[in-house]
């Protein structure tokens, strides 16, 4: 997937962090792989941006809602 737009990209962790998920899927929209990309992660069952889609689990979904709606819990700070 050497034509992959993410790549080499200087900040990989927007295709894994569920809270920057919108940065990864802005690299998606230009990539010309995709499809295969999307493959690769229902193949291999990967959580992030894969493919132009944001696919996390379900924790993964709570506890960014957890977050979002009460801030950082204690030992995160």
Do not use: T
């Given at each position: ?6 790549a080499g ?22 990539c ?5 990309c ?21 924790a ?18």
């Amino acid at each position: 997937m050497d034509l992959a737009a993410c790549a080499g990209h200087a900040d990989p962790e927007i295709f894994h962090d569920i809270d920057r998920q919108d940065e990864g899927l802005a690299v998606c929209q230009v990539c010309p792989v995709q499809a295969p990309c999307r493959d690769f992660q229902k193949r291999y069952r990967y959580s992030g941006v894969w493919g132009g889609r944001p696919v996390f689990s379900p924790a993964e979904r709570r506890e960014a809602m957890l977050r979002n709606l009460l801030g950082p819990l204690d030992w995160e700070a």
